[in-house]
């Protein structure tokens, strides 16, 4: 993560956490948590980013995505050190359940870069398992290249996009 | 039908080959460089009800001629002679003096609401019919359908390949940012018009194929919120899901030649391998057992092999296996990345998208890997499908920072245009010659 998308997302999550009542669009701060699904829609707080317990210290200040090189689905140094953020912050805050949504840019073909964000989703669920979280609190969905979060057609927008976002949500599910 | 016509061809030509030194004729394999000019008036209006489609379907005879880059049209301004009877006795020298080298005239009646389209063939060279003529009845909102059955047994007659215009492709129609799409599937004749959506756009849906009988779609849907396979009927637009494996999201379906059977994609664990679903009995096989990814399956028309990607070697490439799995070979060499291999209806080459160098490119081998052929180049080529006579690829494009389009070109490589659509489209998937 450059500096700039820091300070904008520290700026997005300021906004958010001055607002009492978040729409539920920007819960995740990018992340498609349910899109498309048909499930039921959980409100809460995300909290203020300067209490540790809150998901908006997850997001903000451990950082709730890595990114991954072209191709790759390796974790980077940066990104295995936000890893272990989360997975310290998910063993103290045993009540959340996360989603990990793996991205892949657009320069790939469509199937392919769904496997792709598959196998990336993969390598986090993997390492926060391997870091001590509980399988069970872990679900991967692979959205390929269908949600960028940044859309120009340019390598700084495609290194944003190759993600594994890391979405936070109450309670543990079955 | 296709028999027929085949029939109907065959005989066309052994008469016209003993009569004329020089029988009116493409051969499209030789390439054709210099399109063959033609002439189509207006159709002959055999009653009241007919007049209002007597110019329509020669438009449309005329703009799918016209489109394969094969054919130039004569305008009707030029013309001469005036068709004013379907038996009429053919003036050569007027057609002649406006170089037009084939004619089709047509006639349409009404009544109530059945179409009645007939046409004949000229060879205006040699200065004689071709075959017998041919009529077509059929409901009137379906005239346009009319005019591309006439526009494929014209191709066929000239050529002697298959037509395609009388089919449908299946796509995916796009709209809202690019950051939050909405993508819905939608139906269209092969020329882009009577588009139909056929969901609502509350899914994300990808990737659709169309299956070999043309009366069911299978695509990728996330209404669970995870990929999963639907199967749609295309006349209800009744979908379900299918080939449910727990744990896994599944994706990339295609349907086996005899529309019994699917293959697909299954990712669960960091691998993706291809399984195998009989759609009538739910059972369900694994195919590849690879901690790579294997996805972009596709079948022989023989039904005896798989075409698929992997990048089992480290980047994406083509494999050939048996149907039912077991050794897959390496086809794919060339410089880049390989993807979306798709069988030809013919059997002999395999179409692909291929990035190499920060471009995409859409392109031709033989099903052994040999005599790749790129046939375009662009910022974002992907998605090959084939006509159903396998002359002609469909593809989606995306210009950079532009939106996605549909485009065609001939597996020659030449006439490449944009199907005309009004709005973003991807992931087109040619579906059969209607019946």
Known sequence: MNLTTKSLLLLAGLALAACNNPRPGMFGGGGTDGFGGESSITTGSLGDPSDPRSIAHFQQRIGDRVFFADDSSDLTPEGRSVLTGQAAWLRTNPQFAVLIEGHADERGTREYNVALGARRADTVQRFLIAEGVAANRLRTVSYGKERPVEACAEPRCWNVNRRAVTVVSGGVSG | ?435
């Open chain 2, 1 to 435: 039908m296709t028999r027929f016509f085949t029939a109907l061809m065959a005989a066309c030509f052994a008469l016209v080959a003993t009569a004329s030194a020089q029988p009116l004729r493409l051969q499209i394999t030789e390439g054709v460089i210099e399109p063959m000019p033609f002439a189509v008036p207006a159709f002959v209006p055999e009653d009241g009800g007919g007049s209002q489609y007597a110019e329509a379907l020669s438009r449309v005879v005329a703009a799918n001629l016209s489109s394969t880059g094969l054919f130039r049209e004569v305008p009707p301004a030029a013309h001469i002679a005036r068709i004013t009877s379907f038996g009429t006795n053919i003036s050569y020298p007027d057609w002649r003096a406006v170089n037009a080298q084939a004619l089709i005239v047509g006639a349409v009646a009404a009544s109530g609401n059945t179409l009645t389209v007939k046409f004949r063939l000229f060879d205006v060279v040699s200065g004689q019919q071709m075959g017998q003529g041919l009529q077509f009845a059929g409901s009137t909102q379906d005239w346009r359908r009319m005019a591309h059955k006439v526009s494929d047994a014209v191709y066929s007659q000239i050529t002697g390949e298959g037509g395609y215009f009388d089919s449908r492709v299946v796509f995916v129609a796009e709209s809202g940012p690019r950051t939050n799409r909405v993508k819905r599937l939608a139906i269209m004749d092969q020329d882009g018009e009577n588009i139909r959506t056929l969901t609502d756009g509350r899914s994300l849906v990808i990737a659709p194929r169309v299956s070999p009988a043309g009366d069911r779609a299978v695509y990728t849907t996330y209404q669970t919120g995870s990929p999963r396979i639907a199967l749609m009927d295309l006349r209800s637009g009744q979908a379900q899901l299918v080939g449910e494996i727990p744990g896994a999201m599944t994706f990339s379906p295609r349907f086996s030649p005899d529309g019994r059977a699917l293959v697909f994609s299954a990712a669960m664990g960091g691998t993706t391998d291809l399984f195998r679903l009989e759609l009538g009995t739910g059972q369900m096989v694994r195919l590849t057992n690879s901690p790579a990814i294997a996805t972009a399956p596709s079948f022989s028309p023989d039904g005896r092999s798989l075409t698929f990607e992997s990048d089992r070697s480290g980047t994406s490439q083509i494999y050939v296996m048996p149907a039912n799995g077991g050794n897959a070979q390496r086809i794919s060499f060339g410089q880049g990345r390989y993807s979306t291999p798709v069988w030809s209806p013919r059997g002999d080459m395999i179409a692909f998208t291929k990035s190499h160098a920060g471009r995409f490119h859409i392109g031709v081998m033989r099903s052994d890997g040999s005599e790749e052929r790129l046939l375009t180049a662009s910022f974002l080529d992907e998605g090959p499908t084939w006509a159903p006579n396998g002359r002609v690829i469909m593809f989606a494009r995306e210009a950079q920072g532009g939106d996605p389009a549909l485009y065609a070109v001939d597996i020659s490589g030449r006439n490449l245009r944009r199907v005309p659509l009004s709005s973003p489209a991807s992931d087109p998937a040619w579906g059969p010659l209607l019946p």
